[in-house]
């Protein structure tokens, strides 16, 4: 049976190997998402701090089999701070659990999360260029709510945005 809880301190290694492990699967793959090694072992443990990251495991003692972050705003990539809404971010999976409806589990939990909050969506984004990401979240019910573009540098980069009712 699957439990997320809170992370904890002792949390933030494990939680920034599954990323290192996605970035350099995307990375192989030539899948623009994620940079590797753009995200520091001090910001996720910052992000654990200030209660946002989530860890699943299959049984309560046993290894972190995914992580997620679920966050109550997310005015960079989200301005509309007058919606009733919970984002996602950094969802990642222990690449061995790959294909097994592990994602699907945690966005699920996410939703109800969500919705106990009193929330009415559940927000989250992807890189606009990454086709697989897009389909997969429209296949778990989101639908495609426009893009945002960034300046970074001398380079553009845009995200598309998707959002799911909670109440579903």
Known sequence: MLTVELASAADAATILGLRHAAEDWLFARGIDQWTPREVPL?????????GEFHVARYDHRGPIVAALRLIDS????WPDQDVSACYVHGLV???????TGLGTLLLEWASEQTRREGRSLLRLDCAETNGELRSYYLNQGFRYVGRREFAEGSSWFSVALFEKPTDR
Not at 93 to 99: H, K, L, W
């Open 42 to 50: 001090t910001t996720i443990a910052a992000q654990i701090d200030a």
């Open 93 to 99: 999976i222990d690449r061995r659990e790959a294909g």
């Open 74 to 77: 997310d005015p960079d990539i």
